[in-house]
C-alpha cells in the first residue's frame, strides 16, 4: 500500500505498522496493561448512532468553529505526542507544519524531541504548549517562561501522568530511549530499511525542551525511567493555583475524566478542560473520553469550552464528539500514523481525511453548520454512559426504541449529574 492507496486511517495504520520497526510502532499503537480502555476509546463512538433529519438544505456546509478568539478549519487539534522525531526525523516540525498547513490546532508535548523555540522558528507560530510539572520547579518554571517568550498561546497542563503508564508492549519490545538496536531485535530493524535510512541522516536525539547543555547526557532509558526521574508525583490543585498565577495566556488541563475535578479547574481558572484518558496509555480500566464526555459538559454549563480526545478515527468521531457538547476533539495516533507513513505529507493526509469525512456525516445527518449540532442529532443521546455500557433502565430502553430523542432523556441525566457534582 502507498499514500496514494489510503483512504482511510485505518490504512494510514497498516502503512505504519509496516512503516515503523516493531518497538516504535508499539510505542505509538499501545496503550496500558490489557488495553481495554485503548479499545473502549475507539470502541464506544462506534455504538453511538446517529438520528439524521432529512430535506434539509445541506448544498453549503461548515465545519470551521472558533476557539478563543482563533478560526480553526476545523475542530481538530493536532494533540501533545512525546518524541514524535522516533516516528520521522523532526517529527515535532512535521506535525506542527502539517497542522497549520490544514488550519487546525497544535499542542507540543513537553517530552517533543524538537524545542519550543525551534518550533516557533521552523515549524509554526502561535502553537499550544503542554507541560508536564517537574520535580525540579526551576525547570518547570523555565518551561513557562519559554512557552511565553516563543508566544506560545496556550498552557495545556496534563494530570494523567503522575507516574509512567504500565505500557505492556513496550516491555515486551525492550523499548528505550533512544531505540536500541540489538540482537534481539536486529532482524525486525533490518525490514524497516527506509525508516533506518531516515533516521541515520535525522538530527541527534534530543529532548528539546528538557536537556540540559550543563549536564552529561544520560545513556539508554526506558520511558518508565525518564519520568520517574523527572516528573513530579505529588502534582496536586495547589500546583494548578500556582500555574494559574504564572500563565496569563489561555490555561488548559487535560486529562480530566470526571465532572466534579472538571468543575475544579473550572473553579480553580483553567480556561478550557480536555477530557481525555491519555489515548488509553495511563490507567487501563478509565472510561473512554466519548463515554466520559457528557457528564463533564453538563457539569461545565458552557461556561468554558470542553474538549474531548481518545479514540477519533473518523470524522464521524468528531461529528459525535460536537453533538454531545465538546467544542473541539484532540487526534493523536491518528496524525502520527500519518507521520509514519509519509512524515508532513501523511499528517496532512490525516486531517484531510478526516475533514472529508466530516463535512459528507455533516451533509447526511442534515446538519450543514457544524456549529449547529446537539444530541438531538444522535440516536442514542444520553444517558449515554448507561447506554454504552449495556445497563440503561428498561423505561429509557423502552423510550429509545420508540424514537424519543435527547430532550426527554436529557431531563433525566441532568438530575444524575447535578447530584454527582454535589457528592
Ligand atoms: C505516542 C504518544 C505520545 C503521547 N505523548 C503525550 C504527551 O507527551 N503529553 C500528553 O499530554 N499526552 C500525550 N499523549 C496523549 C495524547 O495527547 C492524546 O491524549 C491521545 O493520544 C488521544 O488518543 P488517540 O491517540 O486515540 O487520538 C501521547 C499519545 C501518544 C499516542
Given at each position: 500500500m502507498t499514500l496514494n492507496e489510503v483512504v482511510n486511517i485505518a490504512d494510514l495504520r497498516e502503512l505504519a505498522r509496516r512503516r515503523l520497526p516493531r518497538a516504535v510502532f508499539g510505542f505509538v499503537d499501545g496503550g496500558a496493561h490489557d488495553e481495554r480502555t485503548l479499545r473502549d476509546n475507539e470502541d464506544d463512538f462506534s455504538r453511538i448512532r446517529f438520528a439524521p433529519r432529512m430535506?434539509?438544505?445541506?448544498s453549503a456546509r461548515k465545519q470551521a468553529i472558533d476557539l478563543f478568539g482563533q478560526t480553526l478549519s476545523s475542530p481538530l487539534i493536532v494533540g501533545p505526542t512525546g518524541i514524535a522525531g522516533i516516528v520521522w526525523p523532526e517529527g515535532d516540525l512535521c506535525l506542527a507544519r502539517a497542522s497549520a498547513a490544514m488550519g487546525v490546532g497544535f499542542c507540543q508535548s513537553?517530552?517533543?524531541?524538537?524545542?519550543i523555540e525551534q518550533v516557533t522558528a521552523r515549524g509554526r507560530q502561535g502553537h499550544w504548549f503542554q507541560v508536564y510539572v517537574q520535580k525540579d520547579r526551576g525547570l518547570t518554571q523555565s518551561l513557562i517562561d519559554r512557552a511565553r517568550d516563543a508566544g506560545c498561546t496556550a498552557l495545556v497542563l496534563t494530570v494523567d501522568l503522575p507516574v509512567a503508564g504500565p505500557r505492556e508492549r513496550d516491555i515486551r519490545n525492550g523499548f528505550t530511549l533512544p531505540p536500541r538496536i540489538g540482537l534481539a531485535n536486529a532482524v525486525d530493524y533490518a525490514r524497516k530499511l527506509g525508516w533506518l535510512w531516515r533516521m541515520a541522516g535525522?538530527?541527534?536525539?534530543?529532548?528539546g525542551n528538557l536537556d540540559d547543555p550543563e549536564r552529561p547526557r544520560q545513556g539508554l532509558v526506558t520511558l518508565a525511567e525518564q519520568i520517574g526521574r523527572?516528573?513530579?508525583?505529588?502534582?496536586?490543585w495547589k500546583d494548578l493555583d500556582w500555574l494559574r498565577g504564572q500563565w496569563q495566556g489561555k490555561l488548559l488541563v487535560k486529562g480530566l475524566l470526571r465532572a466534579d475535578d472538571a468543575v475544579l479547574a473550572l473553579q480553580q481558572g483553567a480556561d478550557a478542560v480536555i477530557v481525555s484518558n491519555h489515548g488509553g496509555r495511563q490507567l487501563d480500566g478509565a472510561p473512554s473520553g466519548i463515554a466520559a464526555l457528557p457528564p463533564i459538559v453538563d457539569a461545565i454549563g458552557g461556561r468554558i469550552p470542553v474538549l474531548v480526545d481518545g479514540g477519533?478515527?473518523?470524522g464521524s468521531d468528531v461529528v459525535k464528539a460536537v453533538a454531545l457538547g465538546a467544542t473541539a476533539c484532540i487526534v493523536g495516533r491518528a496524525g502520527l500514523y500519518g507521520l509514519a507513513a509519509a512524515g508532513q505529507a501523511g499528517v496532512e493526509r490525516a486531517i484531510g481525511i478526516l475533514q472529508r469525512e466530516i463535512d459528507v456525516v455533516l451533509a447526511l445527518l442534515g446538519?450543514?453548520?457544524?456549529?449547529?449540532?446537539?444530541?438531538?442529532?444522535?440516536?442514542?443521546?444520553?444517558?449515554l454512559r448507561n447506554f454504552l455500557h449495556g445497563v440503561t433502565s428498561e423505561p429509557d430502553r423502552a423510550r429509545i426504541s420508540a424514537g424519543r430523542l435527547a430532550g426527554d432523556l436529557d431531563v433525566q441525566h441532568e438530575t444524575s449529574v447535578t447530584k454527582h457534582v454535589r457528592t
Open positions: 430535506l434539509v438544505d445541506v513537553t517530552t517533543s524531541n524538537a524545542s535525522a538530527p541527534r536525539f534530543t529532548f523527572n516528573f513530579d508525583a505529588s502534582v496536586s477519533i478515527r473518523r446538519v450543514p453548520d457544524i456549529n449547529q449540532l446537539d444530541r438531538s442529532a444522535l440516536f442514542d443521546a444520553p444517558p
